[in-house]
């Protein structure tokens, strides 16, 4: 098994910035994948940020030149870097991992934190 462990997150006017982490520890030689997705409220989980083991990533057109994600292999952490946020990035973010290279839909996903709460203010 995998447990992720997510931090960040919290409440940020429109235009600000967050940042968000994620280890990863026990079985973590199965991880290929690890990524960020989201869920709003009454909406389906959905892809944010998505990142393979040599670093090849993948985000959803929305906040593709806002978000960055990037990657620690050697501390078996994710990272996602977002800017310039506005309300409809409202959400519940997920950290997950995947056996396959990139999961870029939440279907894939083989292993997830429980998530942590980015509200974004107008």
């Known amino acids: 098994q995998v447990q992720l462990a997510e931090s960040g997150g919290g409440l940020v006017q429109s235009g600000g910035s967050l940042s968000l982490s994620c280890a990863a520890s026990g079985s973590i030689w199965t991880i290929s994948g690890m990524g960020w997705y989201r869920q709003a409220p009454g909406k389906e989980r959905e892809l944010v940020a998505v990142?393979?083991?040599?670093?090849?990533?993948n985000y959803t057109d929305s906040v593709k030149g806002r978000f960055t994600i990037s990657r620690d292999n050697a501390k078996n952490s994710v990272y996602l870097q977002m800017n310039n946020l506005n309300p409809e990035d409202t959400a519940v973010y997920y950290c997950?991992?995947?056996?396959?290279?990139?999961?870029?839909?939440?279907?894939?996903?083989?292993?997830w934190g429980t998530g942590t709460l980015v509200t974004v203010s107008s």
């Open positions: 997950g991992a995947s056996r396959m290279i990139m999961a870029s839909s939440p279907n894939g996903v083989d292993y």
């Open positions: 990142m393979s083991h040599d670093g090849t990533s």
